[in-house]
């Protein structure tokens, strides 16, 4: 049974190989739809991704300035000629037998990325490079045989290498979480992860405290979410210590992760590069780029999160808010724009109010909708000024913006039609005020109002929002009360 004692005497390293599938219209060296989510099995397919004898592939120039881009994102160098290379290994869902790669001369070269953690600190993991190679196909086991769907097949991805420099679970999720807002807000992969645009392989080694050299690493494949990366490296890693403090060795292999076990298991020891038999293709002509045609691409790149975190920050949004908005391009953007229009203010309340609707919708509440586009910036700074001027309490403008972003209605007419909108009539919140000051309940919070105590006052305002249904104005409330009173 392992103990803390036993789990504090090593160290855990990873790093992570991150394939992403390329939000192309076509795929890597052909002109079959590259999108084969819900399609029936083989339907997105062409002589090409069969793999037929003869048929030549044709480079897709869209992958380039994906790839161009996800280079901006990492922080990484392009390089001027890249070149593909085959992978040889054999299996059904590999009809040419090769996989195409580049494994000499890769498009992406180094790069940086960033990654927050939950303390506010910042994980800074070194990219070695990325390289542009094309997908398999999928097999579904079917008990004792096996059926081959090549939809897959041809896709085109890239495939970035980490270097090992994470030390924990938590950092390796927070690594997959940021790469997954870099490719997504860059424009270079569709990121839907339950169809596989973006699949981790975590490599995980471990070796005791103070040890010069790495351990023997166990390569857990084809992870798809960011939860699954965390709890596989920290099963792989209590995994390791035991097999080790039972004077048992570690060997080097690929494991699958088990979801509903919770667990990973052996799939095969791990191949090195010689047994793939690496070549150049000779079929694929290189790829030469100038910085002219690399700058043109990256200047198309929108505002990545780093942006919106250094400005925010600025501006005084805390890091909860940050967080909720960089969930979602869409209210990252708009947020961006209404900072813009109107002040930091305005836009930390909205702001805000997103940071509640997501905390909602985790809770298994959907409050908010994704897609904010029909909805007019001018209405979220409308909604927030209206609870700046007293016409909307706090609690009226958080149920206002659910709303608005459900219906698209203008803020205004959402609170008329709800029966929101605050009173500010002084004379009618008067007669409020003196139905409360007079209630024989209130007599002795007057008192002690009147003797200094005035926390009490929070009860006599309440009193008045209970009588006037919500609609004061509490601000105007408590003015009054003290005329009265004091």
Request: include cysteine; charge should be negative.
């Amino acid at each position: 049974m392992l103990n803390d004692e036993m789990l504090k005497k090593y160290d855990m390293t990873i790093g992570i190989e991150c394939h992403v599938q390329l939000a192309t219209d076509t795929k890597l060296f052909s002109g079959a739809d590259n999108d084969a989510r819900d399609k029936a099995p083989n339907t997105v397919v062409n002589p090409i991704d069969f793999g037929l004898p003869g048929m030549l592939p044709v480079l897709n120039h869209q992958v380039i300035n994906l790839a161009i881009k996800a280079g901006k994102a990492l922080g990484s160098e392009i390089a001027h000629i890249s070149r593909f290379d085959r992978k040889h290994y054999f299996y059904p869902d590999l009809p040419k037998g090769y996989q195409t790669t580049q494994m000499y001369h890769p498009i992406i070269i180094g790069g940086l990325v960033e990654a927050p953690l939950e303390d506010g600190s910042f994980v800074k993991v070194r990219i070695h490079h990325a390289h542009i190679e094309e997908d398999a196909g999928k097999l579904t086991h079917n008990g004792e045989y096996s059926l081959v769907d090549l939809n897959r097949a041809g896709t085109p991805l890239i495939e970035i290498v980490s270097e090992p420099d994470m030390h924990s679970a938590a950092e390796a999720k927070a690594y997959a979480t940021e790469l997954y807002r870099l490719m997504t807000y860059a424009g270079v992969t569709r990121g839907d992860l339950y169809h596989g645009n973006m699949r981790f392989d975590v490599n995980i080694s471990i070796a005791p405290k103070g040890a010069t050299e790495l351990g023997k690493r166990a390569e857990v494949k084809n992870l798809n979410s960011f939860k699954s990366v965390e709890r596989a490296a920290e099963y792989e890693y209590r995994r390791q210590v035991e097999l080790l403090e039972k004077g048992e060795r570690i060997v080097q292999e690929t494991r699958g992760w088990d979801d509903a076990k919770q667990k990973t298991s052996s799939q095969r020891s791990k191949e090195d590069a010689q047994d793939y038999r690496y070549m150049p293709d000779a079929d694929i002509p290189p790829i030469v780029l100038n910085d002219a045609e690399i700058t043109r691409v990256q200047a198309t790149v929108p505002n990545l999160p780093s942006y919106y975190r250094q400005v925010w920050t600025e501006a005084g949004f805390n890091k909860d808010i940050i967080d909720a908005l960089l969930l979602s391009q869409t209210s990252a953007e708009l947020v961006e724009r209404i900072r813009g229009k109107s002040n930091s203010t305005v836009a930390k309340k909205v702001g805000f109010w997103f940071l509640k609707a997501v905390t909602q919708a985790l809770d298994g509440d959907n409050a908010v909708q994704t897609n904010l586009q029909p909805i007019p910036d001018e209405y979220f700074i409308d909604l927030a000024t209206m609870v700046q001027d007293g016409k909307l309490n706090s609690n009226a403008g958080d149920a206002v913006f659910l709303e608005m972003t459900k219906t698209s209605e203008a803020p205004v007419t959402i609170a008329e039609r709800l029966n929101l909108l605050q009173v500010s009539d002084e004379g009618a919140i008067a007669d409020v005020v003196d139905e409360v000051l007079a209630d024989p309940a209130s007599q002795q919070a007057v008192a002690d109002l009147k003797a200094g105590n005035d926390k009490v006052i929070g009860y006599l305002v309440g009193q008045v929002m209970k009588r006037s249904q919500g609609k004061a104005n509490p601000g105007l409330a408590q003015e009054l009360i003290r005329k009265k009173v004091i």
